[in-house]
């Protein structure tokens, strides 16, 4: 502890004062009073500057005591068994007195001390508390302004490229790191870096970074408090990433909900938007009285406009994952029938034969999604089909095979693999009215429901589309 | 002459479809707003009603439950919307069936004489409800196909009745659910598929093309038009 001269010398001209008052007024004062005169100045020189100056106070006035005051006067003799005792006494009470007085200044000295930390704390907590990332480039240089330069490490992005940090000094990062407690300058691991490394979460190994602050630039060592309460702060700073980071994770889930929810509400207004002149157009062409062959070509071509929309709208909602499909126990039956029921006019010239096994057991699909595809898969047969279509299905240890068969010029093989891709189609087949989605459609909706589709050949020429769903076991009640 | 109420924010389509009604020998009333349908409905009820889903002033299928309160005949539902959320929630909140945009102008007449004949159907003094060659009697449990008797399960035979008395109209899934396991059922799709896959081993000529118990995918159960 650094104790000022001036302390000392204020000490001796306390002692000195009280030496000379006592002198003056002995014969009113008597020995005892005096005596407890000279304990003042050790008591104000423990208190106000520490033990060296209190002991030097109760040294000289034990002298002075006993030079001016104890008979015979002075000399530094003291003559009877009392005078000794008066001495001793002075001396252990002046000793024992500026020893509590010390602890109770040193104490006082180390709430001071605590309590400048814990307000630095608040601030620099106050400076982090925002939701922006500039409150971390804000908080370093707060820390450079008072500690030194300092910067923040992450875990995943360690310096090594950076010429201010020595290779020691990357080691007593990574140390930090998987130590999870302090290294580097001031530290007792590797205390020779040019930088102190304070991890984020200490005590926590695999935390997600550190604080870095360099040495002194007084060229003297950090000193323990300092590293606790730069600990203190570094902490500070993990909280701060931490709560940014969630922050932001909410944020861009917040912006891809909204984007998603903004495309099904486009979508929704698009499909809207297109169906009502289409709507009026159907009426209208219907209602047309005159030739009634441009009459049937008019509103055939308004019907191929209307399937276009829908599958426009259809591969829409695959691009933009509108897609939400509902599972359930789908009978197939249901499907295969509404999706006829919707075709009835092109079916119209077809021989259409359903061959389901009556113990065909119940899927598990969306059946809107479900009836989409089958649409699409028997309009596309009822396209290419001479006179006949044929539905069957397999059961297969609970897979099964629903099988759409015409008897038309069948698939290329080069074809097969690509049937499925939008705009697709088999040589010279630009006038067969289908839009050129339709398969790529029925390849989206089943794979948004986790079925399997396939093309080959009929067994009897033709094209053949398979589609695979999984068995929906069913309570019954 | 039967009053047909018009409800569509789009001039073009009330303009169509006032034409196809009055082709088809209906009197068309078309309004272009919930409030003035509501308004009109009050002055004088109509026969029937078709009512766009998409108005500007008042969601259509509060329109549709609100027209119920007003009249007892048909309200057949215009819908340009893919989801059948607003389909099932207007059939269940008195709806008799759905026309999806874009549609043609004999299926709507179609339907809403389909619908009106329902309406019009006198119940039978014996109690016993008819459709086609189906009759059901519902105090003897006992249903009839073609004068034959067919043994059907408790569950088969509510299936039966509701669908029935419903006389063709659409119904859905869920009403069906609630009205033959209850209400804590309504979700439970997989039984009415497995009662609905007996009756038509029972009922139908060829179960794997069924002519007598329909289905709208996601949506219900009708009974084949006779």
Request: hydrophobic residues 50%.
């Amino acid at each position: 502890m650094r104790v000022s001269f001036a302390g000392y010398m204020i000490a001796l001209i306390g002692v000195a004062l009280v030496a000379l008052v006592t002198h003056m007024a002995l014969a009113h004062l008597g020995l005892a009073s005096a005596a407890l005169l000279f304990l003042l100045p050790v008591l104000a020189a423990s208190v106000r500057f520490g033990t060296g100056p209190a002991l030097v106070a109760a040294a000289s006035g034990a002298l002075a005591f006993n030079f001016l005051l104890l008979p015979p006067r002075f000399t530094f003799r003291i003559d009877g068994f009392d005078h000794v005792v008066s001495v001793a006494v002075f001396l252990a009470v002046a000793l024992v007195t500026s020893r509590l007085a010390a602890e109770l200044r040193a104490r006082e000295a180390e709430a001071n001390a605590r309590a400048a930390a814990n307000a630095e704390q608040a601030e620099f907590a106050a400076l982090l508390s925002g939701d922006t990332p500039d409150v971390l480039t804000r908080a370093l240089a707060w820390i450079t302004a008072r500690y030194g330069a300092a910067r923040l490490i992450d875990r995943d992005a360690m310096p090594s490229e950076d010429p201010a940090l020595s290779s020691l000094d990357l080691s007593a990062a990574g140390w930090a790191l998987q130590g999870a407690e302090a290294a580097g300058h001031g530290s007792d691991t590797m205390p020779a870096s040019d930088w102190s490394f304070l991890p984020f979460a200490p005590g926590h190994p695999g935390g997600s970074g550190m604080l870095a602050v360099a040495r002194p630039m007084s060229g003297t060592t950090r000193r323990p408090e300092e590293m606790t309460q730069l600990q203190a702060l570094a902490r500070l700073i993990g909280q701060a990433r931490d709560r940014l980071a969630l922050a932001d994770e909410r944020q861009s889930r917040e912006r891809l909900e909204d984007r998603d929810a903004l495309r099904r509400t486009l979508l929704a207004a698009m499909a809207h938007d297109f169906r009502t002149p289409l709507t009026v157009l159907t009426g209208e062409v219907a209602a047309l009285d005159g030739d009634l062959a441009a009459k049937d070509c008019a509103l055939a071509q308004v019907h191929r406009l209307s399937a276009m929309m829908d599958d426009l709208v259809g591969a829409a909602r695959i691009e933009g994952g509108a897609l939400d499909p509902q599972i359930e126990a789908v009978d197939l039956v249901d499907c295969i029938d509404a999706a006829c029921a919707r075709l009835a006019s092109a079916l119209a010239a077809h021989q259409v034969e359903r061959a389901l096994p009556a113990d065909l057991p119940l899927v598990a699909a969306d059946p809107v999604l479900l009836t989409h595809i089958l649409v699409n898969l028997i309009g596309n047969a009822a396209r290419h089909a001479r006179t006949r279509i044929a539905i069957s299905a397999t059961t297969d240890k609970g897979r099964i095979s629903l099988h759409i068969d015409d008897d038309g010029p069948g698939i290329a093989d080069d074809l097969h693999q690509r049937i499925f891709d939008r705009f697709a189609r088999g040589a010279g087949s630009d006038r067969d009215g289908g839009t050129g989605l339709g398969l790529a459609i029925v390849k989206g909706f089943a794979d948004a429901m986790a079925l399997g589709v396939a093309a080959h050949r009929a067994p009897e020429g033709g094209a053949r589309f398979t589609l695979f769903l999984p068995e929906r076991q069913v309570v019954t009640a | 002459m039967t009053r047909v109420l018009i409800v569509d924010d789009e001039a073009a389509i009330l303009r169509l479809v006032a034409a196809v009604l009055d082709r088809g020998g209906f009197t068309p009333v078309a309004v272009s707003s919930a409030r003035a349908a509501l308004a009109e409905a009050d002055r004088a009820a109509p026969d029937a009603a078709v009512i766009d889903l998409g108005l500007p002033d008042m969601d259509g299928v509060e329109l549709v439950a609100a027209l119920r309160q007003r009249m007892t005949g048909p309200l057949i539902v215009l819908t340009a919307r893919e989801a059948t959320s607003d389909k099932i929630a207007a059939l269940d909140l008195g709806a008799d069936d759905y026309v999806t945009k874009p549609f043609e102008g004999d299926e709507l007449l179609a339907r809403l004489r389909a619908a009106l004949r329902r309406a019009g159907r006198a119940i039978a003094a014996d109690g016993v409800l008819r459709h086609g060659a189906l009759a059901i009697d519902p105090a003897r449990h006992d249903l009839r196909l073609g004068g034959e008797r067919v043994t059907l399960t408790p569950r088969e035979f509510a299936v039966m009745e509701a669908l029935i008395a419903a006389g063709g109209r659409l119904v859905t899934h869920a009403d069906l659910l609630r009205r033959v396991w209850g209400p804590a059922h309504v979700g439970d799709s997989d039984y009415l598929r497995v009662v609905v896959r007996a009756l038509r081993l029972k009922l139908e000529a060829d179960p794997s093309a069924p002519t007598l118990i329909r289905n709208e995918p996601g949506i219900g159960y009708r009974l084949g038009e006779v």
